[in-house]
C-alpha cells in the first residue's frame, strides 16, 4: 500500500490538509517556498503517489481528457492523436482512449458513456460517417465537460475542429487539370451512410463532381473505384489486401480516367503498389492525389502528392481550443461553442504528373 496524505503530513510535522493542497496544486499555492519544498521532498522520500480515485471524487471532476476514436486503421488521425498526446501532458491532462468500432447505437451510448463517467474536463470525438450517437444523446450523459468533436461538425451546438472539405475538393481538381487530365475519378471505400448509386449521393463524390462541373467536367459513375473497408469485412489485412487487388484490375482496364482521387493515403499506397506490380507507371499512366497531408504520405515508398491539412495543423488548432474551452469554463463555469474549418493545402510529390497520352480516354 502506497504512502498516504497523513504519513507525508506527520512527517512533516504540516496539517494533511496543507500538504494535500500543495502536492495536488501544480499552480503557485500560498504557503512558504520553506513549507512547499518541504512537503514535495518528504513525499519524494517516502515514494507517495497521488490517488487519482480520491482527487477525482474530491474534486468532482478528473484531471482527465476523454477520446473516442471509431477506429484504429486511420493513419492521419493516428498522427494528430500522436501529436495531441503531448499537448494533453503540458495541459496536465491524462488520457482516457476508447475505440468505437461498428456498433448499434445503444452499444454506441455505452462506450460514450464509460468515458463520461470517469468525469472528464473534456471529451474529443473524432466523428466518422458510421457514428450513431446524437449531441442529445451526449448532452443527457455529460455534465461540466468540454465537448469538441473533430473531423466532423455535423452535432451543431458543440464545438468542432475540421477541414475544409470543400475547398480539398477544389484544390485537387485545380491540380489535376492544371495538369492535362479531363477524365478525373475516385478511389475509395463503401462505408455505412455513403450511398455511392450516384455521384451526387455521396458527399464525397458529390465535392468532387461539383468542382469538376465548374469547369465543364463531371465525375463519371464508372470512374468511382471502391475496394471492402477492414471495419466492414472486420479482416484487417483486407485494406492491403483488397487496395493492391483493385491496382493491379485497374491497370489491365482500357477504358478509365487518367487520374484518380484516393480518399487516403494508405488506400493510394496500396492501389499504387497492386497497378506498378503489373507494369503500370505513375505518374505516366495515371496520377494518383490522396486527401489527408500526412506524414505517411510525405514517406511513402513513392511520396504522395497530398491535399489536405497538415496532421501539425490539425493538433495545434485542436489544443488551443481545448486551452480556451478549458479556460472558460474555469472562469465562468460554461462551455464554449466554437467552430474551427481549417484550410488545406497542396503538396505536390512523386504520384501526379502532365498528362501525355490519350489512350486511356473513354
Known amino acids: 500500500m502506497g504512502t498516504s496524505i497523513k504519513k507525508v503530513a506527520d512527517e512533516c510535522g504540516l496539517a494533511a490538509s496543507t500538504v494535500r493542497n500543495i502536492l495536488s496544486s501544480a499552480n503557485k499555492v500560498p504557503y512558504s517556498q520553506k513549507s512547499v519544498d518541504l512537503v514535495k521532498e518528504t513525499a519524494k522520500q517516502l515514494g507517495y503517489k497521488p490517488n487519482r480515485f480520491a482527487q477525482m471524487f474530491r474534486k468532482g471532476q478528473s ?116 495538369l492535362g487530365h479531363r477524365r478525373i475519378g475516385m478511389l475509395g471505400y463503401p462505408v455505412p451512410n455513403h450511398d455511392i448509386s450516384t455521384v451526387t449521393s455521396n458527399a464525397r463524390t458529390r465535392r468532387l463532381h461539383k468542382e469538376l462541373r465548374k469547369i465543364g467536367l463531371k465525375l463519371k459513375l464508372k470512374d468511382i473505384f471502391l475496394c471492402d473497408f477492414p471495419e466492414i469485412s472486420r479482416n484487417y489485412n483486407s485494406e492491403g489486401f483488397q487496395g493492391l487487388r483493385l491496382g493491379k484490375h485497374f491497370a489491365h482496364i482500357q477504358d478509365r480516367p487518367t487520374a484518380l482521387v484516393a480518399w487516403n493515403e494508405q488506400l493510394a499506397n496500396q492501389f499504387i503498389a497492386g497497378f506498378q506490380s503489373e507494369g503500370g507507371r505513375i505518374p505516366k499512366d495515371i496520377s494518383i492525389l490522396t486527401y489527408n497531408n500526412s506524414r505517411f504520405a510525405a514517406t511513402a515508398s513513392m511520396p504522395l502528392t497530398a491535399v489536405g491539412v497538415s496532421s501539425e495543423k490539425y493538433a495545434e488548432a485542436t489544443l488551443a481550443l481545448i486551452r480556451e474551452g478549458l479556460m472558460a469554463m474555469n472562469k465562468d463555469g460554461e462551455s464554449i461553442v466554437k467552430e474551427l474549418k481549417l484550410e488545406p493545402e497542396l503538396v505536390v510529390r512523386s504520384t501526379t504528373g502532365h498528362f501525355v497520352n490519350d489512350n486511356t480516354m473513354g
Not at 458513456?113 to 448532452?139: G, N, P
Open 63 to 178: 484531471d482527465s481528457l476523454g477520446l473516442l476514436m471509431p477506429n484504429l486503421q486511420d493513419h492521419y488521425y493516428m498522427e494528430i492523436v500522436d501529436r495531441l498526446i503531448y499537448g494533453f501532458e503540458d495541459l496536465g491532462l491524462s488520457l482516457i482512449m476508447k475505440v468505437l468500432h461498428q456498433k448499434t447505437r445503444e452499444q454506441a451510448l455505452r462506450t460514450y458513456e464509460s468515458i463520461l463517467s470517469w468525469r472528464v474536463k473534456a471529451f474529443l470525438v473524432i466523428l466518422h460517417a458510421q457514428d450513431v450517437v446524437h449531441l442529445e444523446d451526449i448532452k443527457s450523459m455529460k455534465k461540466d465537460t468540454l465537448l469538441i468533436t473533430l473531423n466532423n461538425n455535423s452535432w451543431k451546438g458543440c464545438s468542432a475542429v475540421w477541414p475544409n472539405r470543400q475547398k480539398i475538393a477544389e484544390l485537387a481538381v485545380k491540380h489535376l487539370t492544371e
